[in-house]
């Protein structure tokens, strides 16, 4: 763990104490609702500047603004938190509204295309949130900064304060009721789960007596 101050083209930018996470890579490209391109899922700063040339790639900055204006990996496109959940009083951490999705994605120059790689100043929360939302529209090319701004700058690598123009694009957003639980899943769920012990316990041992009847490596009694 390591905490830093840099210094962007506007002065001093501080960035709070960070613990890098383990990288590992994607399921296979023939795992339904996960990501199939051949990228880690978790990027190190290194792999990422590597990447920051490509066109296809996006990087896109989720932390607060004025951590944005200060300093920011060049190219990144920042976007507000607000922006990738939606508050329906009193509940929050929502999904937004498809059309949302779709003119917040588009304007930050995302197409269903684009290989979007999230970073933040908090852990990874907020990327990752990010990730979320376009694995739930059936986004298949994404990846998380390991260790956020502070990871990358503390590999010394470059930070910009230029606000980057990028060419609009369209995203067409429909959600995969797949991989999101409503309420009407989670009452089932409860409902499952909450049946009596005994119920859960006969259904475990009528299959433990049915595997055992069916085991080819015991030969019957003489």
Wanted: positive net charge.
């Amino acid at each position: 763990m390591y905490c830093f101050v840099c210094r962007g083209a506007t002065g001093q930018v501080s960035f709070p104490p960070t613990k890098p996470v383990e990288s590992t890579r994607f399921a296979p490209k023939n795992s339904k609702n996960m990501p199939d391109h051949t990228l880690p899922l978790v990027l190190s700063p290194a792999e990422l500047d590597a990447l920051r040339a490509d066109p296809d790639v996006r990087v896109v900055d989720l932390c607060k603004t004025e951590i944005y204006v200060q300093a920011h990996i060049p190219g990144a496109v920042h976007l507000d938190y607000s922006q990738v959940v939606r508050a329906d009083k009193p509940v929050g951490g929502l999904l937004p509204e498809a059309g949302d999705l779709s003119r917040v994605l588009g304007n930050a120059g995302i197409s269903p295309e684009t290989t979007v790689v999230a970073y933040d100043d908090e852990g990874g929360g907020r990327a990752a949130r990010l990730l979320w939302t376009l694995q739930a529209i059936g986004h298949r090319r994404m990846a998380l900064l390991d260790g956020g701004i502070q990871a990358w700058a503390a590999e010394s690598l470059p930070l910009d304060t230029a606000v980057p123009k990028v060419t609009p694009q369209d995203y067409p957003v429909r959600y995969d009721d797949k991989v999101v639980a409503d309420h009407e899943y989670i009452l089932l769920i409860s409902r499952i789960r909450t049946r009596p012990w005994w119920m859960h316990a006969r259904r475990r041992n009528t299959g433990a007596r049915k595997n055992w009847r069916n085991r080819s490596d015991i030969s019957p009694a003489r």
